[in-house]
Antibody, heavy 121, light 111 residues
Framework: EVLLLDSGGGLVQPGGSLRLSCAAS????????MSWVRQAPGKGLEWVSA????????YYADSVKGRFTISRDNSKNTLYLQVNSLRAEDTAVYYC??????????????WGQGALVTVSS | QSVLTQPPSVSGAPGQRVTISCTGS?????????IHWYQQLPGTAPKLLIYGNSNRPSGVPDRFSGSKSGTSASLAITGLQAEDEADYYCQSYDSSLSGSVFGGGTKLTVL
């Protein structure tokens, strides 16, 4: 069974940092690209970042570029998101998701349970 | 303002058929990029419902179907059940933004 377990969320002051983790099991982690998707309270889904299976290529939404860093440790089956220079608008539940591809696009077939990041003074 | 536009809400009685639209533009759906759909039950993570416009993952009932035409896509749910009450999101790729994009979500209420 594919399982993704998100952790590392919490309350942080504006300008602060956190590292989110996603522990994967039930599949060959090193064979799949992964992503982070977030959801602000009461709002819709927003794609944040993606990383290739090897970790050699990364992608970011414009809203987080330069502040967030996605990485992975395939030896530990773990995905990370380092979030820096946090703003109030970054308050959201952050989900890791396994990324799959069709001929033209990407989609997310398995999701973690989410980690809540609250940015407030 | 989401790149993909969905109605904020739809409703239907048990047993009825409802559709949820997802309207994009020439940089996403109209460019030929596939559409995918997710169901999010209250307080839970999203779940993949339809991928590649019309394909259902294993375990998704055939009451759920997807289609795409031009710059729009639709999710249809037949034989509506109380357990279908959830938020539904469409998702694709946008070449102008160089990333995945979601619709704003549609809340389905089963009357």
């Amino acid at each position: 069974e594919v399982l993704l377990l998100d952790s590392g969320g919490g309350l942080v002051q504006p300008g602060g940092s956190l590292r989110l983790s996603c522990a994967a099991s039930g599949f060959t982690f090193s064979s799949y690209a992964m992503s982070w998707v977030r959801q602000a309270p009461g709002k819709g889904l927003e794609w944040v970042s993606a990383i290739s299976d090897s970790g050699g290529t990364t992608y970011y939404a414009d809203s987080v570029k330069g502040r967030f860093t996605i990485s992975r440790d395939n030896s530990k089956n773990t995905l990370y998101l380092q979030v820096n220079s946090l703003r109030a608008e970054d308050t959201a539940v952050y989900y890791c998701a396994r990324r799959m591809t069709t001929l033209t696009t990407f989609y997310f077939d398995y999701w973690g349970q989410g980690a809540l990041v609250t940015v407030s003074s | 303002q989401s790149v993909l536009t969905q109605p904020p809400s739809v409703s239907g009685a048990p047993g009825q058929r409802v559709t949820i639209s997802c309207t994009g533009s020439s940089s996403n759906i109209g460019a030929g990029y596939d559409i995918h759909w997710y169901q999010q039950l209250p307080g839970t993570a999203p779940k993949l419902l339809i991928y590649g416009n019309s394909n259902r993952p294993s375990g998704v009932p055939d009451r759920f179907s997807g289609s795409k035409s031009g710059t729009s896509a639709s999710l249809a749910i037949t034989g509506l059940q109380a357990e279908d009450e959830a938020d539904y999101y469409c998702q694709s790729y946008d070449s102008s933004l160089s990333g995945s994009v979601f619709g704003g979500g549609t809340k389905l209420t089963v009357l």
